[in-house]
């Protein structure tokens, strides 16, 4: 499933396959989470084209439904961000489900399904392009449109936070410490103005953190961050878990959930 990926997502955490075995179950005290990573939920736009990064909303009601059934709790980030300071706190096999980029579809495809399973979640938003396009990724995916600020008011509204997905859909790797720390620091100062919800979670564009990972979590927790994700692995131990370096499931049509968290 992740050798469907464009190589240029570098998932720095092992696939799902390798990171399977490592998933931890039935550890006492432990609180096993699992992160889902979704793109764009329903099909593509009439002039664009399949790819790996749509799930349709069939597909999509069935994978979380799946997760209910297994006994998985759907939590929302303020639960999570809360959970990393006391992972008792949380039940066993928790669930967090976000969205990447913020496009504009997840307000008719996705937010009707979650409401209706009652499942909250999380988008991060790359705010350079707030009622944009995805042109970051321009050739690579279809171009679509991405949530204005109505649309992430709506979507707060009804059970999907905003946070941050940096400014300009940057990989770390590619800017100097400064522009890193703007990335971070910018992003969350425009989502807090306009949306008025506090900003404490971040997700790396193509779950690339930069070539110095204590660094990025020491700007990260300057700018009163509480947890950054990355693209790829699996469910992880919060009791053990790097808060900076979160593990993310990534979620495409073939995704078996049941068969990757057992
Ligand atoms: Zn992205």
Redesign the pocket.
């Known amino acids: 499933m992740i050798a469907n990926q464009p190589k240029r997502y570098r998932a720095t955490y092992p696939s799902n396959v390798r990171y399977r075995d490592q998933v931890p179950r039935d550890v006492k005290g432990s609180a096993t989470v699992a992160v889902l990573s979704y793109h764009k939920i329903g099909d593509p736009p009439e002039d664009g084209w399949e790819s790996w990064y749509y799930v349709p909303t069939v597909v999509f009601r069935k994978q979380l439904q799946v997760l209910v059934e297994d006994g998985w709790h759907p939590i929302d980030h303020g639960s999570f961000v809360a959970a990393l300071d006391d992972p008792a706190g949380l039940p066993d096999r928790s669930v967090l489900v976000t969205f990447?980029?913020g496009y504009q579809s997840l307000v008719a495809e996705a937010a009707p399904i979650l409401e209706e399973l009652v499942i909250p979640s999380v988008v991060?938003v790359?705010t350079a392009y707030i009622g944009g396009r995805n042109d970051f990724d321009a050739g690579d995916e279809p171009a679509e449109t991405i949530c204005g600020w109505d649309d992430l008011a709506w979507l707060a509204a009804h059970g999907m936070a905003t946070q941050s997905?940096g400014v300009h859909?940057h990989a770390m790797s590619e800017l100097d410490p400064a522009a890193r720390r703007h990335e971070v620091e910018e992003s969350q100062r425009v989502l807090t103005e306009g949306l008025g919800a506090p900003v404490r979670c971040f997700a790396f564009?193509?779950g690339d953190e930069g070539d110095d990972p204590p660094m990025m979590a020491a700007a990260l927790r300057a700018a009163g961050y509480r947890a950054a994700f990355l693209y790829g692995g699996g469910a992880t131990d919060l009791s053990r878990a790097d808060r900076y370096r979160l593990p993310r499931i990534a979620m495409g049509p073939d995704t078996d959930l049941r068969a990757l968290l057992g």
């Open positions: 990447d980029d991060f790359p997905h859909h564009p193509y």
